[in-house]
């Protein structure tokens, strides 16, 4: 049977997300950081009103994740990567039945 995989319905957090995608496979790699950063924000505020929704922190993580791209290889790209693993680990805790979480961890 086919799992619909879960969503979230923000237009704005879709739209940091689409740009930012696209920035980042071109030269814009300042502007394509801006939207990540966005992006984490907004996930920031969603979280605040849905704190339970596992698939926010998925998604928060994702981005953090890509974030680290745009960092140097010093203390910077190792916080995003340990950021990256505390909003996987709380999605994980959130629901442990999912397993695109633990293959992302």
Do not use: T
């Not at 984490?40 to 791209?69: Q, T």
């Not at 709380?90 to 397993?99: G, Q």
Request: hydrophobic share 35%.
């Amino acid at each position: 049977m086919f799992r619909w995989r879960k969503r979230v319905d923000d237009k704005v957090l879709n739209e940091y997300l689409q740009k930012a995608g696209a920035l980042s496979k071109s030269s814009a790699f300042d502007e394509a950081k801006k939207n990540y950063e966005k992006a984490v924000e907004r996930c920031d505020e969603l979280l605040k009103l849905a704190p339970g929704n596992d698939y926010l922190h998925y998604i928060k993580a994702r981005v953090l994740f890509e974030l680290r791209r745009f960092e140097g290889p010093d203390w910077a790209y190792v916080k995003r990567c340990r950021e990256a693993l505390v909003e996987i680990d709380r999605a994980i805790e959130l629901d442990p039945e999912d397993n695109e979480y633990h293959l992302r961890r």
